[in-house]
């Protein structure tokens, strides 16, 4: 059974870090890609980063390039994601996503590209 497990989120400061861990089990960790969502009320989903299965390929909305930073660890099949000099407007239920078949690229995250979704974990930022 495939199982995605986000956590690490809160409510914090505007300039404060916080770091969302993905924990995946059911499947094939290491061929997957991984990718992290958000939506915020009354918005769209928004793809936020990704990270290939095989080279470790990562790529980034723009809006959070050179503030988060994406990563995997395959011996605890974990995907993180560190979130620095966190925004007001960064909040919104962050998503973790997996599948076997998609390889990160700079086209966009759709996340009808993605068969596994967890649960979500909510992250605030006052400002």
């Known amino acids: 059974q495939v199982q995605l497990v986000e956590s690490g989120g809160g409510l914090v400061q505007s300039g404060d870090s916080l770091r969302l861990s993905c924990t995946a089990s059911?499947?094939?960790?290491?061929?997957?890609?991984i990718a992290w969502f958000r939506q915020a009320p009354g918005k769209e989903r928004e793809g936020v980063s990704c990270i290939s299965r095989s080279d470790g390929t990562t790529t980034y909305t723009a809006s959070v390039k050179g503030r988060f930073t994406i990563s995997r660890d395959s011996a605890k099949n974990t995907v993180y994601l560190q979130m620095n000099r966190l925004k007001p407007e960064d909040t919104a239920i962050y998503y973790c996503?997996?599948?076997?078949?998609?390889?990160?690229?700079?086209?966009?995250?759709?996340?009808?590209?993605?068969?596994?979704w967890g649960q979500g974990t909510q992250v605030t930022v006052s400002s």
């Open positions: 996503a997996a599948d076997e078949d998609y390889y990160c690229s700079n086209d966009g995250l759709d996340g009808r590209d993605f068969g596994s």
């Open positions: 059911g499947f094939a960790f290491d061929y997957s890609a």
